[in-house]
């Protein structure tokens, strides 16, 4: 069956440049775009099947990194953000008008708090970590994908060269492991 995961990667992956530093992202609004400008790369860059993370017309997955917040900040038409969910752990900071994501912050205590997460196909700039592997693959079945083909979705992953998981890769479960078990004292 054809599909696209991303069109980042449908046609294979282009590798991120050594010492790159950073770009602005923008809104996909045809005007007075929402600017955000991150001052380094993005680490643990990965596809995202789940239900939440902004995806492109068409595409089964978002791709999405982090850096740390510190690195983020509003740089135009600010006004027009607001946060989708403030519920959830990821306060998504979205584009009242297109819809876009432009970051997420964790305002909780979590593993992952002090990281913002972008999609740095919204820059205009090449340089960006590449894709490092594919996480909540299964979810794109509670979004209607047909399971008969899921493994036609992981084996078009490892022809990229990209790992697939279901949550999230080793070393992320690993820090929200950690983070547990420090919250409960055990480490
Ligand atoms: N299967 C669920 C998974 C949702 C989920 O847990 N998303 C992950 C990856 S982005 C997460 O960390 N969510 C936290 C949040 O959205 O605040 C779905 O597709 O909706
Ligand atoms: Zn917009
Ligand atoms: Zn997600």
Not at 76 to 105: M, W, Y
Not at 125 to 134: D, L, M, S
Not at 135 to 158: C, H, L, N, T, W
Not at 177 to 184: G, L, S, W
């Amino acid at each position: 069956m054809a599909f696209s995961l991303h069109p980042v990667i449908d046609n294979g992956i282009t590798k991120g440049a050594a010492n790159f530093t950073g770009g602005t992202i923008y809104c996909h609004c045809p005007s007075d775009k929402v600017a955000v400008t991150l001052k380094s790369n993005v680490v643990h860059n990965h596809a995202c099947g789940c239900s939440i993370c902004w995806k492109p017309k068409g595409a089964l997955f978002a791709i999405i990194g982090v850096l740390p917040r510190d690195a983020v900040s509003v740089t135009a038409n600010g006004s027009k953000l607001h946060v989708l969910d403030p519920e959830a752990t990821i306060q998504r900071n979205a584009c009242k008008e297109c819809g876009v994501h432009l970051f997420g912050r964790i305002e909780k205590d979590h593993a992952f708090k002090g990281l913002d997460f972008v999609h740095v196909e919204l820059s205009d700039v090449k340089g960006w970590q590449e894709p490092q592997f594919a996480a909540f693959v299964s979810s794109i079945i509670e979004q209607g994908f047909d399971p008969k083909d899921i493994d036609q979705v992981r084996g078009k992953f490892k022809s990229l060269g990209l790992e697939t998981y279901d949550v999230l890769s080793p070393p992320l479960m690993d820090m929200l492991a950690a983070f547990t078990a420090k919250q409960a004292g055990l480490l």
